[in-house]
């Protein structure tokens, strides 16, 4: 079946740890994206990357980095520098169409701070 | 003011009733709406996406889209408990071409 796998669903991160959530898609999309959701808000982009090796910044991308060195992957990082990360985490990715990208989203992660 | 706003709610409707989930938005050039539908915990779920002005049906939505009065709405006729959820309404910018979500409407239908 083709789709968006997250893991790992829950993550507990201590004090001044980096961690990593990873993605991966076999839908054959050239475009992934990383959104935070806090409770009661709307997704907020973090990173966006519309082809292999290049990705650009979202709208909150201070303490995350990410990386997509092959199409099918795209990790993000959420640095000991995000002094706030408790969030949902989703994965999204798209085949681009000119402005009418319909993103289809991953399982999510869970982030909580210990 | 926000790039795309939504009542919050919780919106409640009877089993049976039609709801209507409104959306406005501030950039007067976005061309692309969707709608997602996300239950708690879950991911969200694209439902309906509209382009021109008018209704566009699918089964029991109905999403209508306003450029004039920057205004999108899903209506969702014969309202079941397995709608109750959040949905989020999605603006394709036209500034920056970015995607923006609205905080999304809380749904509760009641049996």
Same mark, same amino acid.
């Given at each position: 079946?083709?789709?968006?796998?997250?893991? &790992?669903?829950?993550?507990?991160?201590?004090?001044?740890?980096?961690?990593?959530?990873?993605?991966? *898609? @076999?839908? @054959?999309?050239?475009?992934? $994206?990383?959104?935070?959701?806090?409770?009661?808000?709307?997704?907020?982009?973090? $990173? $966006?990357? *519309?082809? +292999?090796?290049? !990705?650009?910044?979202?709208?909150?991308?201070?303490?995350?980095?990410?990386?997509?060195?092959?199409?099918?992957?795209? &990790?993000?990082?959420?640095?000991?520098?995000?002094?706030? &990360?408790?969030? !949902? $985490?989703?994965?999204?990715? /798209?085949? &681009?169409?000119?402005?009418?990208?319909?993103? !289809?989203?991953?399982?999510?992660?869970?982030? /909580? +701070?210990? | #003011?926000?790039?795309?706003?939504?009542?919050?709610?919780?919106?409640?409707?009877?089993?049976?009733?039609?709801?209507?989930?409104? %959306?406005?938005?501030?950039?007067?050039?976005? #061309?692309?709406?969707?709608?997602?539908?996300?239950?708690?915990?879950?991911?969200?779920?694209?439902?309906?996406?509209?382009?021109?002005?008018?209704?566009?049906?699918?089964?029991?939505?109905?999403? #209508?889209?306003?450029?004039?009065?920057?205004?999108?709405?899903?209506?969702?006729?014969?309202?079941?408990?397995?709608?109750?959820?959040?949905?989020? %309404?999605?603006?394709?910018?036209?500034?920056?071409?970015?995607?923006?979500?609205?905080?999304?409407?809380?749904?509760?239908?009641?049996?």
């Amino acid at each position: 079946d083709g789709g968006i796998t997250q893991s &790992p669903k829950y993550l507990f991160r201590k004090e001044g740890q980096n961690v990593t959530l990873s993605c991966e *898609q @076999n839908l @054959n999309h050239d475009a992934m $994206y990383w959104y935070r959701q806090d409770p009661g808000q709307g997704l907020r982009l973090i $990173y $966006y990357s *519309q082809i +292999v090796n290049d !990705f650009q910044k979202g709208d909150i991308a201070e303490g995350y980095s990410v990386s997509r060195e092959k199409k099918e992957s795209f &990790p993000l990082t959420v640095t000991s520098a995000q002094k706030n &990360p408790t969030a !949902f $985490y989703l994965c999204a990715s /798209s085949f &681009p169409s000119g402005g009418n990208e319909k993103l !289809f989203f991953g399982s999510g992660t869970q982030l /909580s +701070v210990l | #003011q926000k790039e795309v706003e939504q009542n919050s709610g919780p919106l409640s409707v009877p089993e049976g009733a039609i709801a209507s989930l409104n %959306c406005t938005y501030s950039d007067r050039g976005s #061309q692309s709406f969707f709608w997602y539908r996300q239950y708690s915990g879950k991911s969200p779920e694209l439902i309906m996406s509209i382009y021109s002005n008018g209704d566009k049906e699918d089964g029991r939505f109905t999403a #209508q889209l306003n450029k004039a009065s920057q205004y999108v709405s899903l209506l969702i006729r014969d309202s079941q408990p397995s709608d109750s959820a959040t949905y989020l %309404c999605a603006v394709n910018m036209e500034y920056g071409n970015k995607l923006v979500f609205g905080a999304g409407t809380i749904l509760r239908v009641k049996s």
